[in-house]
T-cell receptor, first 114, second 115 residues
């Protein structure tokens, strides 16, 4: 099973709202990722968690706050977003880099910020 | 410098024909991995195929094969017997160090399969 699930599928929020994106995997992977993708562009890495610790933060604005409650779950908390943050947000998971190479992606959350 | 180059923004292919998507890469690391992903309009990134830099044979997965030419630094994806469901954006990606989490993606190629 190579399934990564994400909820919600679509999200519309105002600039003053607080919302969260959720991601779950049950493949026993120990690395989880958040990507942001604009239309017709490749995904851009935002955060990486490895063994439930934040390993990489690609200089993402603080209005995006990741959280990894356990090895299967990854959240992205959103607060005071801007319209330019509207995008497809993809979650991915993989084995630790020294054990596996393939990142498996979820279906994404399409976020619209009004 | 661009690490992954996909020079074909869009391609049309007739159903049941084969199509080759170009990908060239740039790295000085001797150990790296190359990936192809498919992204339909629904948004999900689907892993298709992987080639390691030390792999002796070209990778194949069903109708997908990777034409790996190490000296030319190219990793072209060949889709045989195209189907309407193959219409999607295709991304080539590279990981330069087996300990690295990061993937470098190309700009992508949109494939449209015609009936």
């Amino acid at each position: 099973d190579t399934e990564v699930t994400q909820t919600p599928k679509h999200l519309v929020m105002g600039m003053t709202n607080k919302k969260s994106l959720k991601c779950e995997q049950h493949m026993g992977h120990r690395a989880m990722y958040w990507y942001k993708q604009k239309a017709k562009k490749p995904p851009e890495l935002m955060f990486v968690y490895s063994y439930e610790k934040l390993s990489i933060n690609e200089s993402v604005p603080s209005r995006f706050s990741p959280e990894c409650p356990n090895s299967s779950l990854l959240n992205l908390h959103l607060h005071a977003l801007q319209p330019e943050d509207s995008a497809l947000y993809l979650c991915a998971s993989s084995q630790a880099p020294d054990r596996g190479l393939v990142q498996y992606f979820g279906p994404g959350t399409r976020l619209t910020v009004l | 410098a661009q690490k992954i180059t996909q020079t074909q923004p869009g391609m049309f292919v007739q159903e049941k024909e084969a199509v080759t998507l170009d990908c060239t890469y740039d790295t000085s690391d001797p150990s790296y991995g190359l990936f192809w992903y498919k992204q339909p309009s629904s948004g999900e990134m689907i892993f298709l195929i992987y080639q390691g830099s030390y792999d002796q044979q070209n990778a194949t997965e069903g109708r997908y094969s990777l034409n790996f030419q190490k000296a030319r630094k190219s990793a072209n994806l060949v889709i045989s017997a195209s189907q309407l469901g193959d219409s999607a954006m295709y991304f080539c990606a590279m990981r330069e160090d087996v300990r690295d989490y990061k993937l470098s993606f190309g700009a992508g190629t949109t494939v449209t399969v015609r009936a």
